[in-house]
């Protein structure tokens, strides 16, 4: 009861922290009900206005007038004559320059402070003939003045120094530091050039019309220029801003949130309490199941703010490869339409999203069997690209009946996409480091015989290494025929004995000449004999190799008896009663499909290499014998096989043997010549 309360309280946990994080990160600043882009069709019906609307000018528009106006505004400079003054008496209070110099001179200066001194930004721009003229505001009155004959402090000095150069006053005028005396005159007004700015600006922000109450906005079907657009915008802030001040209307937006983000988790919680209970009551599972519509909706979120139609770069066609990878197609589909209906609040288009997310999702989903080669990756982001842009393709033709309207910058989105989902192998060994999964591409991997604990069952073990080829071929076409996981049977019987590696001559198909349990007593035989279960699950540990292949080692004898040795022992004590805990596996017996396929293909294998007779009845009779056995004693009771499955994996196993041990046709010898004597 405890177990049971504590798996229904980690469900409940993980439901409540999925639609926690989801409601959260939901989008808020989408309160209009409407969804709309510039240049595209409006596709909702009549829009009438509900009040008085003015009507601005649209964006486009204003950005051109103010660009217009930037270029054409001349900039506000004020005169300030306190540089001059200090300059001008600064000369003529210099009593070691003679009377006749200090004339000259402040005249001079007088002169370049009437042309005007600025400021270095100024004076590059005047260089640069990007400044012709300013505006000198004097008494509030703006009065133009052209900036030729303006200088800089540099240039002004330059010219003084030029003039007074060949004066023997020059020592003089040098102790005057004219190069930090003169300072600009003609200052720039910021403050008033600002509200120059501000008054040219008006009149383009001011409103250009108004909608009267009940007049039309718009109508479905009509192209959403940027004025509609910028009457549409002005709609729903002034609907905004009336919904804001309602608490009721906030509160009820958040209870819908709540609702639907419920009723999705729901469903997915539903599918898999009905359709896959055992995945249901695996508490792993179900987070790594749930942890993919969150990530993938907090992903969408973050594009859409990111850029207009962003949330299109989501390669949410990810989702059901990676589950297809962990689980199998029917509940890939089911997470890809839940992940797909989260998202879609992300979108501008929600039907549209949906649509082509789903269309895309699928295309992905059919066109992998299993994942087993990058390539065929490669090729499902293909053939996503393909469906992204013919399912849009279709929506436009519907929606406007040209492909006119088609957007590149949309198309470029699909493609991203596409790449994106090229890298779902980097999501796929993610989600097998933290959830403990195994996928069908590290099956695949640990397959291939030339990895190092496969090479040293070769070697150390080479009549073990055939036995497990042999039941690897064997219980795989058999998994297929029932539905059962290919790979993983056919990575597991090649692991299933590498226990053996230890003890190798203590196996019959290792032997060769003496038989080393002549020397011990049934029960140390029995307890080698066992051992090499311990000794696999160790190895396996050892080379870090997946939970559902150490389980399959652990169970592929179950809790069975060393029979032969059991037997014996019991022959060598008559009318005693033997215990049987020392002849006996240490188990579990088989929980899965995979392992109790792996059982029976491991003990008709091992047996059909006694067999003398082989013809079709003796092969048959084998096969019936040892499972049948094998059900009678229980050791598949806790395994979900039905008896349909056993009777197929039954006539799969006799037809295989069959083919193994057909009769061959005997070659003849070539005649011999005939060699005749001489006489």
Known sequence: MKKVKK????????????????????????????????????????????????VYRDSATIAAMTDSIEREMVPIFSRDPAPETRAVAAVRNAGHISPAVRGRLASTIQRLYADGIVDPPTALLITQE????????????????????????????????????????????????????????VKPDTKATERYRESLMQPVLAGIGVIQQGERIIDQGEIVTPQLYQILKTYEATLDKTASASHSKTLNTFFGHLLYVILIFGLIYSFLYFYYPSTFSDTKRVVALMSLPVCFFLFAVLMSKAFTAGVYIVPLAIVPVVVMVFFDTRTAFFIL?????????????????????????????????????????????????????????????MSTGTVGSLSWRLIGYFAVNAVLISFAYILIFIYEKIFGMVSVV????????????????????????????????????????????????????????????????????????????????PVQSARIITGHIRDGLRRAEKAKLPKSISDLIAQHHGCGKAKYFYITEQKNHPGEEIDPAPFTYPGPNPQSKEASLLMMADAVEAASRSLTDHSDEAVSALVDRM?????????????????????TIKAIFKKRLRSMFHARVSYPEPPRKEVKSEK
Not at 346 to 363: C, K, M, Q, V
Request: proline share 6%; glycine share 4%.
């Open 7 to 54: 798996y229904i309280l980690w469900q409940a946990a993980t439901f409540i922290a999925a639609c926690a994080i989801v409601l959260w990160f939901m989008p808020r600043d989408s309160s209009s009900k409407f969804h709309y882009e510039e240049n595209r069709p409006w596709s909702y019906g009549i829009l009438t206005a509900p009040f008085d609307i003015t």
């Open 442 to 521: 590290t099956l695949v991997e640990l397959s291939d015989i030339n990895n190092p604990l496969m090479r040293a069952l070769s070697t150390e073990c080479p009549g073990t290494f055939q036995h497990s080829m042999a039941v690897s071929n064997l219980a795989s076409e058999a998994a297929h025929a029932i539905g059962a996981n290919v790979q993983l049977v056919r990575a597991g019987a090649l692991y299933h004995d590498i226990g053996k590696i230890d003890n190798p001559a203590f196996f019959t198909e290792n032997q060769h000449g003496m038989n080393p349990h002549d020397l011990l007593t």
């Open 337 to 397: 339409v839940g992940t797909t209906l989260l998202c879609a609040v992300a979108a501008s288009f929600p039907l549209e999203f949906i649509f082509l997310e789903l269309t895309a999702g699928a295309a992905v989903l059919f066109s992998l069997k299993e994942l087993s080669r990058r390539s065929e990756l490669l090729r499902s982001a293909l053939v996503a690209f393909a469906a992204y842009v013919l399912s849009y393709l279709a929506v436009e033709l």
């Open 130 to 185: 990007k400044l012709p003229e300013i505006k000198i505001n004097a008494n509030n009155v703006n009065t133009p003045v052209p900036t030729e004959g303006m200088r800089s402090q540099r240039d002004a000095y330059a010219l003084v120094d030029s003039l007074f150069r060949d004066t023997p006053d020059r020592p003089g005028i040098q102790t005057l530091e004219l190069g930090r005396l003169l300072e600009p005159n």
């Open 627 to 647: 499972i049948d056995t094998q059900v009678g004693e229980g050791l598949h009771s806790e395994s979900p096989l039905s008896f349909r499955d056993i009777a």
